[in-house]
């Protein structure tokens, strides 16, 4: 237990002493995973809208009143019976005038002169829920045949497929972000531990002059990577996790789309990226101890020993 708490006092004391170079590998690996987590946060906005909009009414059809223009009695009924007959469809709903009149109250309710329309004035309509959104332009279609009924219909079908799309583009750029950003941390933490330990050779090498194992060198290196890894982490999980919380706020006064991403996201994914972060360090304080070491290394001798004994 001693043994590791001075290997983990001497990677503080690193972090001290290269304070301005560990200060911007933090911020390299800050910025590069605070763009990946906040392209992650931005895919899952889109997928909860898309899953939103596709479990809720797809087609809104707008009808002509009955016993007007030629309507018959009991058209509306007949039409909701047939369009319910339909393979495509999962649900059918019908609001009446009054029930158009009193969803037309709720939501301009912060607005009180628009209460006084006449509620004769808005059309009656069914509301369609398909079984699959991407069969919206053959219920379209068939709706258009009933042109004696029906006034207008508007779907989200297209609108949807847009921010599906979105989302499959999104998912790729995650991908390549989190490639190329992630790749480009661990060199930086590589070389920002191959300045340290250049910057430290003579010590390295009295400790390899004394019999310290390769490994007792790393240690303290490979800490010193893994804490630069995790605060530049942390710091892009919090950031992005304080510009969500905002977005939240924004959000609540807008009812047509949702700018809420769950807790339990932030935790899952938050975790993982801490670790993606503690990984990176660590493997970039590998790259950078090997290469050193390798090039050190000169049979049982290293270089390195030989200039301390050289000028001993």
Do not use: C
């Amino acid at each position: 237990m001693s043994r590791f708490t001075l290997l983990v006092r001497e990677a503080l004391i690193n972090l001290r002493r290269n304070l301005l170079v560990v200060v911007g590998a933090v911020l390299a690996i800050f910025i590069s995973l605070a763009l990946a987590f906040a392209a992650l946060v931005l895919n899952e906005l889109v997928r909860t809208n898309t899953l939103a909009w596709q479990d809720g009414v797809h087609i809104i059809t707008f009808l002509w009143d009955e016993g007007a223009d030629g309507v018959p009695g009991g058209a509306h009924a007949a039409l909701v019976s047939e369009v319910s007959t339909w393979t495509e469809v999962e649900r059918v709903d019908y609001v009446d005038k009054a029930g158009a009149y009193a969803e037309f109250l709720e939501i301009f309710a912060d607005r009180p002169g628009y209460g006084d329309i006449d509620p004769s004035l808005l059309p009656a309509s069914i509301r369609i829920e398909l079984n699959d959104i991407s069969l919206y332009r053959d219920v379209m279609l068939r709706l258009a045949g009933q042109g004696q009924i029906v006034r207008e219909s508007q779907s989200f079908g297209e609108q949807i497929e847009q921010l599906d799309s979105l989302s499959q583009v999104l998912n790729l750029l995650f991908l390549g972000l989190a490639l190329v950003l992630g790749t480009s941390a661990v060199v930086l933490i590589a070389n920002t531990i191959r300045m340290a330990i250049y910057a430290r050779r003579d010590e390295v090498a009295i400790m390899k002059l004394v019999g310290a194992s390769n490994w007792y060198i790393r240690v303290p290196f490979l800490l010193e990577g893994m804490i630069e890894g995790l605060i530049g982490a942390g710091l892009a999980v919090l950031t992005i996790w304080v510009a969500s919380r905002n977005l939240r706020t924004i959000g609540e006064t807008i009812r047509i789309v949702t700018l809420s991403v769950p807790d339990q996201f932030f935790l899952r994914w938050g975790v993982l990226f801490l670790m993606f972060g503690a990984a990176a360090g660590v493997l970039g304080s590998v790259l950078g101890l090997s290469r050193y070491l390798r090039d050190e290394d000169e049979g049982n001798r290293p270089l390195g020993v030989r200039r301390v004994l050289e000028t001993t």
